[in-house]
């Protein structure tokens, strides 16, 4: 017999699963986040949930917001179960059941102008968002706020009914200077090198074409702190919520199986307050930037090294690539010869150490992470977990070969078929224009690399232009196993 998630149902659910020993109804709100997935919820709300469990912080409650289709599935979900959420938490030798109650409303993604007026509301202290790479309106070759995005040219038209997230914020942050409140924190969630620096830039660069004298106030008053985040969140289908009722006997709608680790280190610069969520684990450092590196280059950049080529062999998740001898030798070189030792040292912190907790964590079968997910959104993902450490090693006259490795990975990729034939459904954004270049591509490598808005200066670089080319055409020649081998063992392309 199961038990669906609701309110009314959490003692029926204590039997099952940890549930919150917090009383929802008392719960004030502090908080307005944006994009309301899989991994804010296995995250940010779990901090807090934890926080609520001991009894403190209870004026920082959640209100969820968003502005795309999918924000209307979620909220529709989650309002039929009370917001809360169901979290299977899996190690190797453990798995812990928790329902999070952290969230207490969600605004309806149809009405902008409710999201204005609760984020006006000076009860509202923060404004964070896990929005992804493409949700900042940022060029991504030149990191610069992108003032000709038509969504951005639409809110100028008519900023009275502003349409995006940042230009609610900005009418929200009017309204409150112009009432004498202070502005909320703007707390980026993503996984951005500068996350907050981003979020800063795009917030003054949106608020300066409004208004010069506006946009100066924000740029001065405006306090975006950097952040880290990690937490390995898969995707939710009709697999996790069929295991959920099956092996624990309840019954949501999205529920997460994620893994135990979890990590979170922000900057200590909030303008109105924030909760103290030291108590539960979080890190407040003056500067986040060595932590962020960290596990951008090392996790987010060795996520990358092996989605594709375990992708490309017909390899179903995460797990598969990592557990797999040859692919598994490749990340291991690849992390020791090029990508730590651009890592600059981080306080109390063994890089290689980190880097062999990964290898465990990309290697729990118990996640079910797929290779597809984590294949993602490579026009947007390359330029923030790859690139930036390519640039570095040309800068410093270091090797390139394994990294121009991942990115001809990637492209061969996005030609569309598997080496076994099979079709690879698109799968990022910009799919049809990736689709096409890559196909380009497996005559003229540098086809792929005149994409300027990807890869900047490093397309024209000629050590990285005659790596990258002679992986692709390796990869194409020669195949995956075969081309792995050759990085493995040192060998030419």
């Given amino acids: 017999m199961t038990t669906s998630v609701s309110d009314a149902n959490l003692?029926?659910?204590?039997?099952?699963?940890?549930?919150?020993?917090?009383?929802?109804?008392?719960?004030?709100?502090?908080?307005?986040?944006?994009?309301?997935?899989?991994?804010?919820?296995?995250?940010?709300?779990?901090?807090?949930?934890?926080?609520?469990?001991?009894?403190?912080?209870?004026?920082?409650a959640i209100v969820g917001a968003g502005v795309r289709e999918a924000d209307k599935a979620m909220r529709s979900a989650l309002g039929a179960q009370d917001y809360h959420t169901t979290i299977i938490a899996q190690e190797a030798d453990e798995t812990e059941v928790r329902i999070t109650g952290s969230m207490i409303d969600f605004i309806d993604p149809a009405r902008p102008d409710l999201v204005v007026a609760r984020l006006s509301d000076p009860k509202i202290r923060i404004a964070s968002l896990t929005v992804t790479e493409g949700g900042y309106h940022i060029d991504p070759a030149t990191g610069k706020f992108n003032a000709q995005d038509p969504a951005i040219l639409a809110d100028l038209a008519d900023f009275e009914h502003p349409r995006t997230i940042f230009g609610m914020m900005l009418k929200a942050l009017q309204a409150r200077r112009a009432a004498g409140h202070p502005p909320f924190t703007v707390l980026s969630c993503d996984n951005i090198t500068g996350n907050g620096h981003i979020t800063h830039n795009a917030l003054t660069g949106f608020a300066r074409l409004i208004d010069p004298e506006f946009g100066a106030w924000v740029s001065e008053a405006l306090s975006c702190p950097n952040t880290m985040v990690d937490r390995i969140t898969p995707v939710t289908s009709d697999r996790e919520r069929e295991r959920l009722r099956r092996e624990f006997g309840i019954e949501d709608r999205m529920p997460i199986f994620c893994e135990g680790f979890r990590q979170w280190v922000v900057e200590d610069r909030f303008t109105d307050g924030r909760p103290p969520l030291e108590k539960v684990g979080v890190t407040f450092v003056e500067d986040v930037a060595p932590y962020e590196l960290m596990k951008i280059r090392i996790l987010n950049g060795g996520h990358a090294a092996i989605c594709y080529p375990a992708a490309l062999l017909d390899m179903e998740f995460i797990h598969d690539g990592m557990l797999d001898p040859q692919i598994a030798r490749y990340f291991d070189k690849l992390q020791e010869s090029e990508i730590i030792p651009l890592v600059p040292p981080v306080p109390d912190v063994n890089l290689s150490a980190y880097k062999r907790r990964i290898v465990e964590r990309f290697g729990n079968a118990k996640i079910g992470d797929t290779n597809r997910r984590v294949c993602f959104d490579g026009s947007n993902r390359q330029p923030q977990y790859v690139l930036p450490t390519v640039l570095d090693g040309l800068r410093q006259g270091k090797p390139v070969t394994g990294l121009a490795l991942i990115?001809?990975?990637?492209?061969?990729?996005?030609?569309?078929?598997?080496?076994?034939?099979?079709?690879?459904?698109?799968?990022?954004?910009?799919?049809?224009?990736?689709?096409?270049?890559?196909?380009?591509?497996?005559?003229?490598?540098?086809?792929?690399l005149a994409m300027s808005d990807i890869f900047g200066e490093i397309g024209t670089h000629p050590a990285y232009v005659e790596a990258f080319g002679n992986a692709l055409r390796s990869i194409w020649s020669r195949g995956t196993r075969e081309t792995l081998q050759r990085y493995i063992d040192g060998q030419a392309f």
């Fill in 11 to 60: 003692p029926a659910l204590a039997d099952k699963a940890r549930i919150p020993s917090y009383a929802r109804s008392e719960m004030e709100a502090g908080i307005v986040h944006f994009g309301v997935g899989n991994f804010h919820r296995a995250h940010m709300a779990v901090y807090l949930d934890d926080l609520f469990n001991l009894g403190i912080g209870h004026d920082w």
């Fill in 407 to 448: 990115s001809a990975f990637w492209c061969r990729y996005c030609a569309g078929t598997t080496e076994s034939g099979a079709v690879i459904a698109a799968n990022d954004p910009a799919w049809e224009r990736m689709n096409a270049t890559a196909l380009a591509a497996r005559q003229d490598p540098g086809a792929f």
